[in-house]
């Protein structure tokens, strides 16, 4: 592996997080040193799944997982009804806070060495995006404060909701990213716990892995959703900021 892919395969691991199937599988509760609380905004995912508000109205909707995102806390602003999911939630809201504040600064500093893997129009400058990802955590954290129940502590691949409990589901950064630390076994029993608890769609983002390729087992993963009946579709969005990361999957269910 040379020194370039080397250096951001470490930044990658610093701003996602540090996952260990067979400790997650034995606790729920992934001790505080091993997530990395760092989080996007509300517009950046309006992008990253090619959304208009207009077209949430009305629906129930899971961010899952949400970690330190905006989404919930801005969403819920503007009339949307969102409610968050992740692993990181069996923690208090003031140790996240504090967790996200230094891996934040830890992200920074080694973007510096990686920052031309990434496309900055959206983010212009390392400034830019430190400004952007301090807003989510602020934003997250205040509205966690104000309301709890709208952050439920979940173990994936398993959720504690109903069957079909939300219209839409949104999945960031988490499945096809971790490709390295999650098998295809998880991969697949998360995506259809996903859409077992969803009514009419999900959608996931972006469809690479952390070296930037396209998830190797992506054509046969799908296979899993189109069995039972669903529409499956790879769609390009108008976000880009890890190279060749701008196609999130759409998975419709059937009626
Ligand atoms: C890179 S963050 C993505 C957060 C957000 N979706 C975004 O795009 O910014 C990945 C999240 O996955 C969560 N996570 C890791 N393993 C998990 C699991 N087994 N169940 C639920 N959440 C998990 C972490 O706590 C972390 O917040």
Redesign the pocket.
């Known amino acids: 592996m040379d020194i370039e892919v080397n250096v951001v395969n470490s930044i990658n691991y610093l701003?996602?997080?540090l996952?260990n199937?067979s400790r997650?599988e034995q606790s729920p509760k992934?001790e505080l040193d091993k997530?990395?609380?760092?989080?996007?905004t509300f517009e950046?995912?309006l992008d990253?799944f090619s959304l208009a508000i207009e077209e949430l109205r009305g629906k129930k909707i899971l961010?899952?997982?949400?970690?330190?995102?905006s989404?919930t806390a801005k969403g819920n602003k503007l009339g949307l009804d969102v409610i968050a999911?992740?692993?990181?939630y069996y923690h208090s809201v003031e140790d996240l806070e504090d967790k996200g504040l230094l891996d934040i600064d830890h992200a920074m500093e080694h973007m510096e060495k990686a920052k031309d893997n990434y496309v900055w129009d959206y983010f212009k400058n390392i400034e830019g995006l430190k400004t952007q990802r301090l807003r989510?955590l602020i934003e997250c954290t205040k509205d966690r404060k104000e309301f709890r129940e709208r952050y439920v502590p979940?173990?994936?691949?398993a959720l504690p909701f109903k069957d079909m409990e939300f219209d839409i589901l949104?999945?960031?950064?988490?499945l096809f990213?971790?490709a390295d630390r999650l098998d295809f076994d998880f991969h697949k029993r998360t995506i259809m716990e996903l859409l077992r608890v969803t009514k009419e769609e999900i959608r996931i983002?972006p469809l690479i892995d952390l070296e930037g390729n396209r998830y190797e087992h992506l054509d046969k993963i799908i296979d899993f959703p189109i069995r039972i009946g669903c529409k499956v579709e790879e769609v390009k969005v108008p976000y880009e900021f890890q190279l060749n990361g701008n196609s999130m999957l759409k998975i419709t269910k059937g009626k």
Do not use: K
């Open positions: 701003i996602g997080v996952i199937l997650v992934l997530i990395i609380f760092i989080g996007r950046e995912y990253m961010d899952c997982p949400g970690g330190a995102c989404f999911c992740d692993i990181a989510a979940v173990s994936l691949p949104l999945s960031a950064h988490f990213t971790y983002f």
